[in-house]
T-cell receptor, first 113, second 112 residues
Framework: DTEVTQTPKHLVMGMTNKKSLKCEQH?????MYWYKQKAKKPPELMFV???????INESVPSRFSPECPNSSLLNLHLHALQPEDSALYLC????????????FGPGTRLLVL | GENVGLHLPTLSVQEGDNSIINCAYS??????FIWYKQESGKGPQFIID?????DKRQGQRVTVLLNKTVKHLSLQIAATQPGDSAVYFC???????????FGQGTRLTINP
């Protein structure tokens, strides 16, 4: 089983809203990732968690706040987003950080109005 | 059908033909490479990978070739089918670097 699930599939929010994206994997992977993908572009790394600890923050604005409650779950809390933050948000996981294959979820399509 | 480097982001092939998607990677220290397929509205799907100690690896209908001398990676798809229509991304990483570096992607379209 190489499944990473993400909820919701679609999200529309205003610039004053607070929302959260959720990601779950049951493969026993110890590394989890958030990516942002704009149309016709490759995924851009936002955050990396390794063994439930934040390992990398790619200078992401503080209006994006990641959280890793346990080894299977990864959240991305959203607050005061801008219209340019509209994108596909992808979660991925890998066995660990040692150059292993990352498996992606289906993504959450976010629209900020 | 074949695309050349990253300057031709779209590749059109006839159904049943073989497709070759190319990728020029940037880091000579990269030692692990992955091809992903991304269909419209979906997340990237792992297709095949290769480590730098190999120059060729085969899967079901797909073959990845690695030429470290010129930092070039290619994905060959045999007998292309309509279901192969997607954007294909190459990705490279250095073991322990914690990051994948993605190429810009190539859109593969299949003509009936």
């Amino acid at each position: 089983d190489t499944e990473v699930t993400q909820t919701p599939k679609h999200l529309v929010m205003g610039m004053t809203n607070k929302k959260s994206l959720k990601c779950e994997q049951h493969m026993g992977h110890r590394a989890m990732y958030w990516y942002k993908q704009k149309a016709k572009k490759p995924p851009e790394l936002m955050f990396v968690y390794s063994y439930e600890k934040l390992s990398i923050n790619e200078s992401v604005p503080s209006r994006f706040s990641p959280e890793c409650p346990n080894s299977s779950l990864l959240n991305l809390h959203l607050h005061a987003l801008q219209p340019e933050d509209s994108a596909l948000y992808l979660c991925a996981s890998s066995q660990d950080l040692a150059g292993e294959t990352q498996y992606f979820g289906p993504g959450t399509r976010l629209l900020v109005l | 059908g074949e695309n050349v480097g990253l300057h031709l982001p779209t590749l059109s092939v006839q159904e049943g033909d073989n497709s070759i998607i190319n990728c020029a990677y940037s880091n000579s220290a990269s030692d692990y490479f992955i091809w992903y397929k991304q269909e419209s509205g979906k997340g990237p799907q792992f297709i095949i990978d290769i480590r730098s100690n190999m120059d060729k690896r085969q899967g079901q209908r797909v073959t990845v070739l690695l030429n470290k001398t010129v930092k070039h990676l290619s994905l060959q798809i045999a007998a292309t089918q309509p279901g192969d229509s997607a954007v294909y991304f190459c990705a490279e990483t250095v073991q322990g670097a914690q990051k994948l570096v993605f190429g810009q992607g190539t859109r593969l379209t299949i003509n009936p």
